[in-house]
């Protein structure tokens, strides 16, 4: 009973220091977030930075309401990270999208502006790509957003785009970039939790793939979140 009691106190502070850990990885997120507004040049970087700070800040004082709680189970956050991933990534995405479809030009980064004209131009050519000839005609302005460095398959969330003609907020590539990345998200955790995955590495995939703010961009690309979760599971293989 005693080396119980002492395996106990020994396990507990091991526990306290690896939650501060995760609180203080929150904080540090929550504070490079902060300075990302004033800091970026780039104003959809402003804006949803802007936003997803208080969704961080948020999530740090819940993370420090577990620590001293003890409430740090696996579905506690688990909801924690579906949370996050809501108001930093899924809200941003939804209010840039709006207001770009209300007539603001600074809402959408260049990438997505490169998409969304490799989708048109796979409707009207068959293809997403001008030939070098193409692009070297253009004004110089012009050329860099008329290259399309992505694989054809890239091209196809900008078809909704193309398809309409009102340019409203549903048919920005990014809503489409955060269908596909949620279903992503469902198919690779039923697939390694099949493959026998334990439980917290699947907790740690599922927060690697969505509230990391490297993932947690504007426009969050599928291939982003399959490397982020193949590499936060490649331990237990």
Same mark, same amino acid.
Do not use: K
């Given at each position: 009973?005693?080396?119980?009691?002492?395996?106990?106190?020994?396990?507990?502070?091991?526990?306290?220091?690896? $939650?501060?850990?995760?609180?203080?990885?929150?904080?540090?997120?929550?504070?490079?977030?902060?300075?990302?507004?004033?800091?970026?040049?780039?104003?959809?970087?402003?804006? =949803?930075?802007? $936003?997803?700070?208080?969704?961080?800040?948020?999530?740090?004082?819940?993370?420090?309401?577990?620590?001293?709680?003890?409430?740090?189970?696996?579905?506690?956050?688990?909801?924690?990270?579906?949370?996050? =991933?809501?108001?930093?990534?899924?809200?941003?995405?939804?209010?840039?999208?709006?207001?770009?479809?209300?007539?603001?030009?600074?809402?959408?980064?260049?990438?997505?502006?490169?998409?969304?004209?490799?989708?048109?131009?796979?409707?009207?050519?068959?293809?997403?790509?001008?030939?070098?000839?193409?692009?070297?005609?253009?004004?110089?302005?012009?050329?860099?957003?008329?290259?399309?460095?992505?694989?054809?398959?890239?091209?196809?969330?900008?078809?909704?785009?193309?398809?309409?003609?009102?340019?409203?907020?549903?048919?920005?590539?990014?809503?489409?970039?955060?269908?596909?990345?949620?279903?992503?998200?469902?198919?690779?955790?039923?697939?390694?939790?099949?493959?026998?995955?334990?439980?917290?590495?699947?907790?740690?995939?599922?927060?690697?793939?969505?509230?990391?703010? $490297?993932?947690?961009?504007?426009?969050?690309?599928?291939?982003?979140?399959?490397?982020?979760?193949?590499?936060?599971? =490649?331990? =237990?293989?």
């Amino acid at each position: 009973m005693g080396l119980a009691e002492t395996g106990d106190r020994r396990g507990q502070p091991r526990r306290r220091r690896i $939650v501060v850990g995760r609180c203080s990885l929150r904080t540090r997120r929550d504070i490079r977030l902060g300075d990302r507004g004033p800091v970026s040049t780039l104003e959809p970087h402003r804006a =949803w930075g802007a $936003v997803a700070v208080f969704g961080y800040g948020v999530a740090t004082v819940i993370a420090a309401t577990q620590l001293w709680g003890h409430w740090c189970g696996r579905g506690a956050r688990v909801a924690l990270t579906a949370s996050v =991933w809501a108001t930093t990534t899924l809200l941003p995405l939804l209010i840039q999208a709006v207001q770009r479809a209300n007539g603001r030009t600074d809402r959408a980064q260049e990438e997505v502006l490169v998409i969304e004209d490799a989708g048109r131009r796979l409707l009207e050519t068959g293809t997403p790509y001008l030939d070098r000839a193409a692009i070297a005609g253009l004004p110089v302005d012009d050329r860099l957003l008329a290259y399309m460095p992505y694989q054809p398959g890239m091209a196809v969330f900008g078809v909704p785009r193309a398809l309409d003609p009102s340019a409203a907020w549903w048919s920005d590539a990014r809503v489409f970039f955060a269908l596909v990345t949620g279903l992503c998200v469902a198919v690779a955790m039923v697939a390694l939790r099949r493959a026998g995955a334990p439980a917290p590495a699947l907790v740690r995939a599922l927060q690697a793939a969505t509230v990391l703010p $490297v993932c947690a961009s504007p426009w969050p690309p599928a291939a982003t979140t399959c490397r982020s979760l193949d590499s936060a599971c =490649w331990r =237990w293989r």
